[in-house]
């Protein structure tokens, strides 16, 4: 009876730098989820914006006339919101910057499922390597008994 090696057994079923690339596949993962662990700390900010815009949410921008000491009316920007405290927030003589404050709360909700999503596949990625190095192990045991019947 011919014995075979674990490398012949492994080339015969293709997988003869199954070990290297199982270890730059960890790598790689070991990379990925650095670089998200590293995205999720910075994404604090983001979390900031989204606390914001609920903050802001239901109220409107509007240009509203404001008395001086000398009774002239002067037009400024404020943030008007009913219900809340406070009622009305001086933004200045520039609008548009609670579309900005909204905006960016949108962007930030996109942002979070994105990151979320990432994490997910980068889980994914884990498990299915698990599922490789177990299968080549396998094959690999298989070698190794074929070898020691002999």
Not at 80 to 91: F, Q, V
Not at 98 to 122: C, D, M, P, T
């Amino acid at each position: 009876m011919t014995t075979k090696s674990m490398r012949d057994v492994l080339r015969e079923h293709g997988l003869e730098r199954a070990g290297e690339v199982i270890a730059m596949l960890e790598s790689r993962l070991r990379d990925a989820e650095e670089a998200l662990r590293d995205v999720y700390r910075a994404s604090a900010i983001i979390h900031h914006i989204q606390q914001l815009a609920e903050r802001f949410s239901g109220c409107t921008e509007e240009y509203t006339y404001v008395y001086n000491s000398q009774r002239k009316a002067y037009y400024y920007w404020y943030i008007k919101c009913p219900g809340k405290k406070p009622s009305s927030i001086y933004l200045g003589k520039s609008g548009g910057g609670l579309r900005a404050v909204k905006n960016a709360g949108r962007a930030s909700e996109e942002y979070i499922r994105a990151l979320h999503a990432a994490i997910r596949a980068v889980e994914e990625m884990k498990k299915a390597l698990e599922v490789v190095k177990t299968a080549v192990g396998a094959v690999a045991g298989v070698g190794r008994a074929e070898h020691s019947e002999s």
